[in-house]
């Protein structure tokens, strides 16, 4: 796969920056010939665009927008919010029907302003974002909680035992204990973790069920969202989405809500995927390794991989990217960067270079 703009070849490079001196860092990259921009912006509100294009003129853009519910939306409706096994809550659920239909009329609407607006020119397509990072990664994954225990969760996990057994005495047999479809529980987190490495049998099968019905509240949401984007920016606008990071997450693997890459690679309506470089092994003594699936992703569903390449020079300031830079010389952060983009180049994928502090 490979990125065209208005028919011709566009190098598939793209550079994003979340703070620091944005007209610095946009006229640096000017001046390198970088044409490719993703950043920060929302459907509505014109300050990020024309910081960019005030630097760079002939930028092309595909902003990052997030779709997670604001702290209103969440106060006012917590049945829609991930409950976690602790008690508390956190933003929107990704099994909660209201939230998605609220945001796929959102993305809708917005991306056909994008592909109508003052700004219609330069727009790729967009980049959409929820979940921890923004990275579509279950809430609570990385700070020891888990979820998803809400309503909202609860009402989609018996819908989909429905589908997957159809009735009560179906449901028992495969259990191994009466359970009644309309009263099935979530597993809790003690089971869940009982049940690692996966054991196999009866007494196991509710866990193996949960885990292969936790991803899907965010594939569906990736696709519907997905779809959404069409409908409004039209069939060449990008839309892609973090997901997949099956190489990087070892034993957290199956609370991700990442284990449904099959389903959105298939999706007609993606047309990219995203993760950052590998983070393990980033020394120059290491290597360069994709997250995901790439070999699948690019040439058997002819998504392009568009890799976020955050790797720390030693400019970065040590005290906030502590355990994340690893070089202290401009001669080992050239090392690193060269390695890194001939990762990419080999591969046939796309890249943006995230100055995450502006200045790296």
């Known amino acids: 796969p490979r990125l065209f703009v208005n028919g011709e070849q566009e190098l598939g490079y793209a550079f994003l920056m979340h703070t620091g001196?944005?007209?610095r860092q946009y006229g640096l990259m000017r001046d390198a010939g970088v044409r490719v921009f993703t950043l920060g912006a929302g459907f509505d509100g014109d300050e990020p665009y024309l910081r960019l294009l005030r630097q760079q003129p002939e930028a092309l853009m595909f902003p990052r927008i997030g779709v997670t519910a604001d702290p209103a939306w969440q106060k006012a409706n917590p049945d829609e919010c991930v409950l976690f096994d602790d008690g508390s809550r956190g933003p929107q659920?990704?099994?909660?029907?209201?939230?998605?239909?609220e945001q796929c009329e959102r993305?809708?609407?917005?991306?056909?302003r994008l592909r109508t607006g003052p700004y219609a020119d330069h727009i790729l397509g967009v980049h959409l974002?929820?979940?921890?990072s923004a990275e579509w990664q279950s809430w609570g994954l990385w700070s020891d909680r888990r979820g998803d225990f809400s309503p909202?969760?609860?009402?989609?996990?018996?819908?989909?035992?429905?589908?997957?057994y159809g009735t009560d005495q179906a449901l028992t047999a495969a259990w191994g204990r009466q359970v009644a479809l309309a009263q099935a529980p979530l597993p809790t987190r003690a089971e869940r973790e009982a049940a690692a490495p996966p054991r196999r049998?009866?007494?196991?099968q509710h866990v193996q069920d949960f885990y292969d019905f936790y991803w899907r509240g965010t594939t569906r949401a990736l696709t519907r969202l997905a779809a959404a984007a069409k409908r409004g920016g039209g069939r060449d606008f990008l839309v892609g989405f973090f997901y997949g990071y099956a190489i990087q997450y070892g034993g957290k693997m199956q609370e991700s809500q990442h284990l449904g890459m099959g389903s959105v690679m298939a999706c007609p309506d993606i047309d990219f995927f995203s993760a950052p470089a590998q983070y393990s092994l980033r020394?120059?003594?290491?290597?360069?390794?994709?997250?995901?699936?790439?070999?699948?992703?690019?040439r058997v569903h002819g998504k392009l991989w568009w890799e976020e390449s955050d790797l720390r020079t030693h400019l970065a300031n040590a005290k906030t990217q502590a355990g994340l830079r690893t070089v202290e010389t401009p001669w080992e952060s050239c090392q690193l960067l060269e390695r890194e983009f001939a990762q990419v180049w080999t591969r046939g994928s796309a890249l943006w270079w995230f100055d995450m502090e502006g200045g790296w």
Do not use: H, N, P
């Not at 974002?129 to 921890?132: D, E, K, L, Q, W």
């Open 129 to 132: 974002c929820s979940g921890v």
């Open 152 to 164: 909202a969760a609860l009402r989609a996990w018996r819908l989909y035992l429905t589908d997957r």
């Open 21 to 23: 001196d944005f007209d």
């Open 107 to 112: 993305v809708e609407a917005g991306c056909r």
């Open 93 to 101: 659920s990704m099994f909660s029907e209201k939230w998605l239909d």
């Open 201 to 204: 049998g009866r007494d196991w």
């Open 283 to 298: 020394k120059i003594t290491g290597t360069s390794t994709f997250m995901s699936f790439t070999e699948s992703i690019q």
